[in-house]
């Protein structure tokens, strides 16, 4: 079992969507969790952290946590074309700050 | 302007030559971090450091060495010994010290190999 896991995709949605993407974690103890966003040929470029169970809102981007389930999740609204990028879930491990990386969802949003 | 830089943006190396590539913070992070990236894959953790002096191997140190002699500064030297060096190579850096903190990438050097 890969320790995050995520959908590889891609994930598309229409313009103006909901676009949802889903990440799971195996060590039961990890305790923040962070969205970063990666266009093709560029660096990852933090959206969202998270470090409590329930929903956290950024503008038109929300994460969900749900520790019991070891489920991270991001949610966009009104989903734009430069939306279109890959997706990576990243967990902190417990005891370090190391990063366990996904590998990450594409997404891709149509005109 | 407060930031990650690496250089170069793109490397070319021969076989058998050891390439270095360079990473500078000035955004006064004690911890820096080098990954790498292979397409279809995620970061995978290459070497770490969380102080000046020190540093530890990551998931996949073999065939890479580094140093880390200044704050600012945490250069990765690809050796000879590293069979498959061909990737993006993502250099990070974080304040430290709280499960909260978070870690920003520099922009990435492109490796290929001759």
């Known amino acids: 079992q890969k320790e995050v896991e995520q959908n590889s995709g891609p994930l598309s949605v229409p313009e103006g969507a909901i676009a949802s993407l889903n990440c799971t974690y195996s060590d039961r103890g990890s305790q923040s969790f962070f969205w970063y966003r990666q266009y093709s040929g560029k660096s990852p470029e933090l959206i969202m952290s998270i470090y409590s169970n329930g929903d956290k809102e950024d503008g038109r981007f929300t994460a969900q946590l749900n520790k019991a389930s070891q489920y991270v999740s991001l949610l966009i609204r009104d989903s734009q074309p430069s939306d279109s990028a890959t997706y990576l879930c990243a967990v902190r491990n417990t005891g370090f700050q190391k990063l366990v990386f996904g590998t990450g969802t594409r997404l891709l949003v149509s005109p | 302007d407060g930031g990650i830089t690496q250089s170069p943006k793109y490397l070319f190396r021969k076989e058998g030559q050891n390439v270095t590539l360079s990473c500078e913070q000035n955004l006064n992070h004690d911890a820096m971090y080098w990954y790498r990236q292979d397409p279809g894959q995620g970061l995978r953790l290459i070497y770490y450091?969380?102080?000046?002096?020190?540093?530890q191997k990551g998931d996949i140190a073999e065939g890479y060495s580094v140093s880390r002699e200044k704050k600012e500064s945490f250069p990765l030297t690809v050796t000879s010994a590293q069979k498959n060096p061909t990737a993006f190579y993502l250099c990070?850096?974080?304040?430290?010290?709280?499960?909260?903190?978070?870690?920003?990438f520099g922009p990435g050097t492109r490796l290929l190999v001759l």
């Open positions: 450091s969380q102080i000046v002096n020190d540093f």
């Open positions: 990070a850096s974080s304040m430290g010290g709280t499960f909260q903190e978070t870690q920003y």
